[in-house]
């Protein structure tokens, strides 16, 4: 079942509460504190009833959970900066590429032309009588050694240039396995937190608590070291009147229906009277 009831975990935080109350309850019988695990309620509605109840659980350990959101975000945050610098690096030295070609290819180039130019005229030197443009040859083959060594030098720099660049960029080791050993310390101290004031009250509370129902989307709590959860409502009278006091009586008017006779009737009525008073 996903945890989707701590709104203000990351997503990416979520699993982690999951995975840590499954612990608890898989662990619950090396804990003295849940041996009634299965009497009443069994470890599957224990769960249910901590995931309902996820935002109550997690914020017993906001403070630890916020530490170590910074942590991390500051971790990540320091290392995107360095290749941020170095891809403004290579924006600003847009032949930066083609230099470092030109310095490998340029002593192999001048390397190649120096041996051909140098055995030509070495071979040409040979013959009888040598040709006039065999010192020539060996003129060419001279300058191109030369231009060999100075593109050699010239390579050289360039490689110890660009370590120097590369190390002013680098993130060193040691200060990776700092932030790696504070970020793991954060962690550990927010599941510390997380298991022993918010997993392990609540699931010792729900198995003390007789009326606790799994089935409920926000589980019944006796006040405790965690706050329940919910409101009651307020009690509302009208105005002037008490608790005490007696609601009043009201009574339905009696109506009688009027007595209607025909005219016979009304007759000996009238005549009644008369005769008495005769």
Same mark, same amino acid.
């Given at each position: 079942m996903p945890m989707t009831s701590a709104p203000h975990l990351l997503n990416?935080?979520?699993?982690?509460?999951?995975?840590?109350?499954?612990?608890?309850?898989?662990?619950?019988?090396?804990?003295?504190?849940? &041996?009634?695990?299965?009497?009443?309620?069994?470890?599957?509605?224990?769960?249910?009833?901590?995931?309902?109840? %996820?935002?109550?659980?997690t914020a017993a350990a906001s403070a630890e959970y916020e530490h170590y959101v910074k942590v991390r975000a500051e971790s990540r945050d320091g290392t995107a900066a360095v290749p941020f610098l170095e891809t403004d690096g290579e924006a600003h030295?847009?032949? /930066?590429?083609?230099?470092?070609?030109?310095?490998?290819?340029? @002593?192999?180039?001048a390397g190649t032309?120096?041996?051909?130019?140098?055995?030509? %005229?070495?071979?040409?030197k040979l013959l009888d009588p040598p040709p006039a443009f065999a010192d020539t040859m060996l003129t060419a083959g001279w300058f191109f050694g030369a231009l060999t060594a100075a593109a050699i030098l010239? /390579?050289?720099?360039?490689?110890?240039?660009?370590?120097?660049?590369?190390?002013?960029?680098e993130v060193p080791a040691d200060r990776e396995e700092t932030v790696s050993e504070e970020i793991q310390r954060a962690r550990e101290a927010w599941r510390h937190a997380l298991l022993e004031r918010g997993i392990m009250p609540f699931l010792? $509370?729900?198995?003390? $608590?007789?009326? /606790?129902d799994p089935s409920s989307t926000v589980p019944r709590r @006796?006040?405790?070291?965690?706050?329940?959860? !919910?409101?009651?409502?307020?009690?509302?009278?009208?105005?002037?009147?008490? &608790? !005490?006091?007696?609601?009043?009586?009201?009574?339905?008017?009696?109506?009688?229906?009027? $007595?209607?006779? !025909?005219?016979?009737?009304?007759? &000996?009525?009238?005549?009644?009277?008369a005769t008495d008073r005769d």
């Amino acid at each position: 079942m996903p945890m989707t009831s701590a709104p203000h975990l990351l997503n990416e935080d979520k699993p982690e509460f999951g995975r840590l109350l499954d612990e608890a309850l898989r662990t619950a019988h090396e804990r003295p504190e849940l &041996s009634a695990v299965g009497e009443r309620l069994n470890t599957e509605q224990l769960r249910t009833m901590a995931l309902n109840a %996820g935002a109550l659980l997690t914020a017993a350990a906001s403070a630890e959970y916020e530490h170590y959101v910074k942590v991390r975000a500051e971790s990540r945050d320091g290392t995107a900066a360095v290749p941020f610098l170095e891809t403004d690096g290579e924006a600003h030295g847009a032949g /930066a590429g083609a230099t470092a070609v030109v310095a490998v290819l340029a @002593p192999v180039l001048a390397g190649t032309a120096m041996l051909i130019f140098l055995l030509v %005229g070495y071979l040409l030197k040979l013959l009888d009588p040598p040709p006039a443009f065999a010192d020539t040859m060996l003129t060419a083959g001279w300058f191109f050694g030369a231009l060999t060594a100075a593109a050699i030098l010239c /390579a050289a720099i360039g490689l110890l240039l660009t370590a120097v660049r590369n190390s002013a960029t680098e993130v060193p080791a040691d200060r990776e396995e700092t932030v790696s050993e504070e970020i793991q310390r954060a962690r550990e101290a927010w599941r510390h937190a997380l298991l022993e004031r918010g997993i392990m009250p609540f699931l010792q $509370d729900a198995l003390a $608590d007789p009326s /606790a129902d799994p089935s409920s989307t926000v589980p019944r709590r @006796p006040p405790g070291r965690l706050p329940r959860p !919910g409101y009651e409502s307020p009690g509302f009278t009208s105005p002037g009147s008490h &608790s !005490g006091s007696q609601r009043p009586g009201f009574t339905s008017p009696a109506f009688t229906s009027p $007595d209607f006779g !025909g005219p016979a009737e009304r007759s &000996s009525e009238e005549e009644g009277p008369a005769t008495d008073r005769d």
